[in-house]
Nanobody
Framework: QVQLVESGGGLVQAGGSLRLSCAAS????????MGWFRRAPGKEREFVAS????????SYTDSVKGRFTISRDNAKNTVYLQMGSLKPEDTAVYYC???????????????WGQGTQVTVSS
């Protein structure tokens, strides 16, 4: 059983930056594909970014490309989401997720964190 705990959320002005962290425990971190998702008020959860096992392969949703960077530190069992040029539409609860070995079809990650709130003011 993998436990995921997000941190780093908060209130930031448009154009600002935040770095989210997700600390994992209970499994072999380097065996898991890690993803970030978000759920904005009144909307469904959406994929934001993912990083494969070694960290060399990443994927992003179009709306965050060039502004967000996902990375991982397998020695620290932690995945990060560096967010820059933030916009009010980035306001959401951000969740990290873990999938054993592969990028799961239909974003069916096995483990999820509780989420951290990011609010971007205009």
């Amino acid at each position: 059983q993998v436990q995921l705990v997000e941190s780093g959320g908060g209130l930031v002005q448009a154009g600002g930056s935040l770095r989210l962290s997700c600390a994992a425990s209970g499994g072999i971190f380097s065996s898991y594909v890690m993803g970030w998702f978000r759920r904005a008020p009144g909307k469904e959860r959406e994929f934001v970014a993912s990083v494969k096992l070694s960290g060399s392969s990443t994927s992003y949703t179009d709306s965050v490309k060039g502004r967000f960077t996902i990375s991982r530190d397998n020695a620290k069992n932690t995945v990060y989401l560096q967010m820059g040029s933030l916009k009010p539409e980035d306001t959401a609860v951000y969740y990290c997720a873990a999938s054993f070995g592969i990028v799961p079809p239909n974003n069916a990650y096995q483990y999820w964190g509780q989420g951290t709130q990011v609010t971007v003011s205009s």
